[in-house]
């Protein structure tokens, strides 16, 4: 079973920095996709970004919810089946319990942007950021 550990979060100001990591066990980094989402009270779950990689073809992708673009940056480590958030410039519309997640299926990379299509979930680490 794959198994993924979120962690990192806190309780930051407006402008400053966290940075998550997501460490995924039961799971090999040959070809994955890996995407971190975030649920924020009364509000429904959405992706915020997702990586790719596959040792066979070279290729990778690191998408990003318009949101975040240009303050948010994923990357692995796939020596220590680990992805990470660095999360940068926060806003307290950033506040969100942010949960890393794995798809149930990986065709060529490609992120999927339902939640409901992935299978595999972190137990969520709270980010929040205050005025």
């Known amino acids: 079973d794959v198994q993924l550990q979120a962690s990192g979060g806190g309780l930051v100001q407006a402008g400053e920095s966290l940075r998550l990591s997501c460490v995924v066990s039961?799971?090999?980094?040959?070809?994955?996709?890996i995407a971190w989402f975030r649920q924020a009270p009364g509000k429904e779950r959405e992706g915020v970004s997702c990586?790719?990689?596959?040792?066979?073809?070279?290729?990778?992708?690191?998408i990003y919810a318009d949101s975040v673009k240009g303050r948010f940056t994923i990357s692995s480590d796939t020596a220590k089946n680990t992805v990470y958030l660095q999360m940068n410039s926060l806003k307290p519309e950033d506040t969100a319990v942010y949960y890393c997640?794995?798809?149930?299926?990986?065709?060529?990379?490609?992120?999927?942007?339902?939640?409901?299509?992935?299978?595999?979930w972190g137990q969520g680490t709270q980010v929040t950021v205050s005025s």
């Open positions: 997640a794995v798809p149930g299926l990986y065709v060529d990379g490609i992120c999927p942007t339902g939640a409901h299509e992935y299978h595999s």
């Open positions: 039961g799971f090999t980094f040959d070809d994955y996709v």
């Open positions: 990586i790719s990689g596959s040792i066979s073809t070279g290729r990778g992708r690191r």
